[in-house]
């Protein structure tokens, strides 16, 4: 199993600009998620997908959109970059939304907006 | 709100010294807490859970209901602990919330 895999590692946008973070995951799992990570804001939830089909906004959607058509993927959309946005996107998924399910992150995407 | 506080954005001890790293947490409700830990140049990982009342790689964690705290402890630091740790809670519509992050530094 891959697990969680994030892409691109690295990217660099003006201000204005559209991209596309990738996630999937190969472990069938229900529940994903995406966060940004900021010094000294430690992790906060973008959105989240419950199942294909299914998504709801986190603590800080505004400047993102997301979408999930499978259960394996589910990416995070710029529709125009600001420099606010610079951070560190990670993705992360977990078996079912109850119990004490463990969230597997990815390796991380690192975001840089001039 | 749900809110999770760690106090310490840095901790440095000596190897084989005591470690606690703090959290503090706000529910109202019966809460779910977490530890992951991120090493240098790798990914998040769970490290433990509350519900499983387990030691993983020495470290320990009690929910204390009372003071809200869910603190990380270790009673002989290793150099391999160094890395940084994120308290969470998991809230309504299984939203996770994490702190700020406390990054250990074991001295040798």
């Known amino acids: 199993n891959a697990g969680v895999t994030q892409t691109p590692k690295f990217q660099v946008l003006k201000t204005g600009q559209s991209m596309t973070l990738q996630c999937a995951q190969d472990?069938?799992?229900?529940?994903m998620s995406w966060y940004r990570q900021d010094p000294g804001m430690g992790l906060r939830l973008i959105h989240y997908?419950?199942?294909?089909?299914?998504?709801d906004q986190g603590e800080v959607p505004n400047g993102y959109n997301v979408s999930r058509s499978t259960t394996e993927d589910f990416p995070l959309r710029l529709l125009s970059a600001a420099p606010s946005q610079t951070s560190v996107y990670f993705c992360a998924s977990s078996s079912s939304p109850g119990g004490y399910n463990e969230q597997f992150f990815g390796p991380g995407t690192r975001l840089t907006v001039l | 709100a749900q809110r999770v506080t760690q106090p310490e954005k840095l901790l440095s001890v000596f190897k084989g010294a005591p470690v606690e790293l703090k959290c503090n947490y706000s529910?109202?409700?019966?809460?779910?807490l977490f530890w992951y830990v991120q090493y240098s140049r790798q990914r998040l990982q769970l490290l433990l859970r509350h519900i499983s009342r387990e030691s993983i790689k020495g470290f320990t964690a009690d929910l204390n209901k009372g003071e809200t705290s869910f603190h990380l402890k270790k009673p002989f630091a290793q150099e391999e602990d160094s890395a940084m740790y994120y308290c969470?809670?998991?809230?309504?519509?299984?939203?996770?919330?994490f702190g700020t992050g406390t990054s250990l530094t074991v001295i040798p």
């Open positions: 472990m069938n799992h229900e529940y």
């Open positions: 969470a809670l998991r809230g309504p519509g299984n939203q996770f919330y």
């Open positions: 529910y109202s409700g019966s809460p779910e």
């Open positions: 997908s419950v199942g294909a089909g299914i998504t």
